[in-house]
């Protein structure tokens, strides 16, 4: 069959989730959390389908959630998002990146991604019949290389995706950053669109630049976020794009042919959610906590941390452990330790192997512990 996406086969979560299931590895590999989401949020979901909410939700999403998410937004980033015109709740991030991907890149439009990045991105473009421009970002700090970024600028170019706090890297952008971007953007017209599901697992007293923050961006940003990352429950897939309504009605007309509406009833539980100012400043907190935890575990090992800000992934790399490239080095930690983890070429188109892994720190300190006394026995592979 000719395929409309020659490249993608099984992504490296499945195949890592599904090596570690089979040796019953401990699986570090996929971004989500081995802790409980909050109890209030499991209650009111649950009272929301008892009391019989359980019919489509209004196709942006429920207002009162979406009004809530605009009175957070504003405390947040100082601008306010109209929950009528400007929000919309989606089925996780990942639709919402490819719900706003497909409304506005035509045939032919270029599109510039970050390299390493999240996996749905290209095949996002590529199923709108765009074209992914790749722009390689190299370890140990992962910057912009923003003279390249402007040399790939062109006639054709139609958006710019960025990621902050960073998967797979927890590298953050600056707000020297936003500036350079912001001047791209008022000099060729293009949209950003910006990933920012991590917007509250950012350490090390640095601020998240959110571009809901920087009012020249606003009739060309577009910024996603999910609740699965926030509230500790991936599994969920619910998340919200925002941006200006003329964007925005662009996006809604795609994703009312593509989902219609997301999940009723937890709408209804994250309501009263939304109000906690304290669970959001806690958040960051709780996350840098466990980063470091897991270096303070790591320290005494043969695996070198590299610097990571924000997210819930700290990268390692092995030069004194092993010559292997990432994807084998991967799968031997899991076969012959019992720790899964993440190549992180799997994150570049052309599998550019800097021999870095991927850890996901989102754990119980336990399961932290467990996985560190494992990765320390690790000498030679
Ligand atoms: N963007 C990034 C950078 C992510 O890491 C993830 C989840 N791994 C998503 C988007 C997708 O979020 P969701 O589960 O809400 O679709």
């Not at 649950?46 to 937004?73: C, D, F, H, I, V």
């Not at 009528?84 to 991907?101: D, F, L, N, R, V």
């Not at 949209?191 to 571009?211: G, P």
Request: glycine share 6%.
């Amino acid at each position: 069959m000719k395929s409309k996406l020659p490249n993608s086969g099984t992504t490296i979560f499945s195949t890592m989730s599904a090596l570690a299931q089979q040796h019953g590895a401990i699986n570090l590999s996929q971004g989500f959390p081995d802790f409980d989401m909050p109890a209030s949020l499991v209650s009111g979901t649950s009272a929301a389908m008892a009391s019989g909410k359980n019919q489509y939700a209004p196709m942006p999403g429920l207002l009162s959630l979406r009004a809530a998410l605009a009175e957070k937004l504003e405390q947040s980033y100082h601008h306010y998002y109209d929950p009528e015109t400007e929000i919309t709740i989606t089925s996780g991030a990942t639709q919402a990146i490819y719900t706003t991907i497909a409304a506005l890149v035509h045939a032919g439009d270029e599109v510039i991604v970050l390299e390493p990045c999240y996996d749905s991105y290209i095949p996002s473009i590529q199923m709108a019949g765009g074209i992914a421009i790749t722009v390689r970002m190299e370890a140990p700090e992962y910057p912009i290389p923003w003279d390249e970024v402007q040399s790939k600028i062109g006639s054709r170019t139609r958006m710019i995706i960025v990621n902050s706090p960073h998967n797979p890297t927890g590298s953050v952008l600056r707000d020297s950053d936003l500036a350079i971007l912001s001047e791209l953007v008022s000099k060729h017209g293009i949209f950003i669109l910006s990933d920012e599901v991590y917007e509250h697992l950012i350490f090390d007293k640095r601020q998240h630049e959110s571009i809901c923050r920087y009012k020249q961006l606003y009739n060309n940003a577009i910024a996603v976020f999910s609740f699965g990352k926030t509230f500790h429950c991936t599994g969920w897939k619910l998340g919200y794009v925002v941006a200006a309504a003329a964007i925005m009605k662009e996006i809604r007309k795609v994703h009312q042919f593509m989902v219609f509406s997301s999940f009723a009833p937890a709408q209804y539980g994250l309501v009263d959610l939304l109000a906690d100012e304290k669970y959001f400043q806690g958040l960051a907190n709780f996350f840098e906590a466990k980063r470091n935890y897991f270096l303070r575990l790591m320290e005494s090992s043969n695996f070198i941390p590299l610097p990571c800000h924000g997210s819930y992934f700290q990268l390692l790399s092995y030069p004194r452990v092993s010559n292997l490239r990432d994807r084998e080095f991967c799968e031997a930690l899991t076969l012959q330790y019992g720790v899964a983890t993440i190549p992180v070429s799997a994150f570049y188109s052309d599998g550019f192997d800097q021999r870095i892994i991927r850890v996901c720190f989102a754990k119980q300190d336990a399961t932290l512990a467990a996985a560190a006394t494992k990765l320390r026995a690790v000498v030679k592979i």
